[in-house]
């Protein structure tokens, strides 16, 4: 879709779809929109904007955003009428992610290759771009401009939606049992349960936003969040085990006293052969949701494989023993 609005036409197919591409385009669109939102408070630049700033540039891979886009264009949604969406749930993964680096949760020292918020700011005024992206996430969703895109009762039951997503039920549930985790053994019911809340939830939230969005119907939108609930598993099972088998970088790791086979995941509590098995079964669960939809959901579909294929095509014999070692 243009940016002048105009609805997006499915014209993807496996045999052609470039996914990267595609991410490129749609990253390039959230990053300028989320760029806008902070130029608003250029004037009052002071170190809590630039702490904002910092907390979403330079960005991650905007996999939540561009989630919402590609479920809306589904659908034939409007990028005009998806975009807010889409800024939010990045601004309330940001936020997420500085309250999660603080020496309070994680105590991470490095994000994306690069020193943690409050390791630049200070843990109060990081604390407070956290607070601040949260609360901003809120205001970009009720402007009058979302609301002339969209009726007020969709957009105030997508908020309540989106609220109950990273509350207590949700992202903010989801950390709590994690921390509490921290202390106990668990098994997997237990780690499902911690990663449903805690990552998964806002991955639905953004693919059943974008759906809403677009006007999926309610059968539609079923299968967009049984979806979005095999992606959240599988997008944290494969992060698990990429941190287990080293692809994330050392500095990144988490720095609470506790290395990452002791952590409330899948391959610490079934180990990385399991996991994987189950990443793939996730896999599968996803494609099948996404069936129905034909060439119009490419992009869903090439997301979901990448998410799961980053930690199946890895040799696991060779890792298993450096990390034995
Ligand atoms: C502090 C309320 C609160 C919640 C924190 C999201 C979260 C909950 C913690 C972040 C730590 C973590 C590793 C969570 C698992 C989810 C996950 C893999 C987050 C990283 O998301 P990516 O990979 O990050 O999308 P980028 O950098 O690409 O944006």
């Given at each position: ?18 996914l990267e591409s595609y ?150 549930g989801g950390q709590a ?149």
């Amino acid at each position: 879709m243009s940016a002048t609005g105009l609805a997006v036409k499915a014209t993807h197919s496996a045999a052609n779809f470039d996914l990267e591409s595609y991410l490129r385009s749609r990253t390039a669109a959230v990053d300028r929109a989320l760029d806008s939102y902070l130029k608003r408070y250029a004037d009052q630049s002071g170190t809590i904007w630039k702490a904002m700033h910092y907390g979403l540039f330079p960005g991650g891979k905007r996999i939540r955003p561009i989630l919402v886009l590609a479920a809306g264009e589904i659908f034939a949604g409007r990028r005009k009428a998806l975009l807010p969406f889409a800024c939010a749930v990045e601004m309330i993964h940001g936020y997420s992610l500085i309250h999660d680096d603080l020496p309070a949760l994680d105590n991470d020292d490095v994000r994306r290759g690069e020193p943690t918020n409050h390791k630049i700011f200070g843990d109060g005024i990081a604390l407070l771009a956290g607070d601040g992206l949260l609360t901003e996430a809120f205001h970009v969703l009720s402007a009058p401009g979302v609301l002339k895109c969209l009726p007020a009762e969709l957009v105030l039951k997508l908020i309540h939606e989106l609220s109950h997503a990273v509350g207590i039920a949700g992202l903010v549930g989801g950390q709590a049992f994690d921390l509490e985790a921290e202390r106990r053994e668990v098994d997997i019911g237990v780690v499902e349960y911690i990663h449903v809340r805690k990552t998964g939830a806002l991955i639905r939230a953004s693919l059943r936003l974008g759906a809403q969005v677009a006007g999926a119907k309610p059968a539609q939108l079923k299968r967009i969040a049984r979806f979005g609930e095999y992606l959240g598993l599988a997008f944290q099972i494969a992060d698990d085990i990429l941190d287990i088998l080293g692809e994330t970088a050392p500095g990144e790791r988490a720095e609470s006293g506790h290395s990452e086979w002791n952590k409330a995941t899948y391959p610490s509590v079934i180990g990385i052969a399991a996991a994987q098995q189950r990443l793939k079964e996730l896999r599968r669960q996803c494609l099948r949701e996404l069936a129905p939809f034909g060439p119009g959901a490419e992009a869903l579909r090439a997301i979901a494989r990448q998410v799961a294929d980053r930690a199946l095509n890895m040799n696991g014999e060779a890792l298993t023993k450096e990390i034995q070692s």
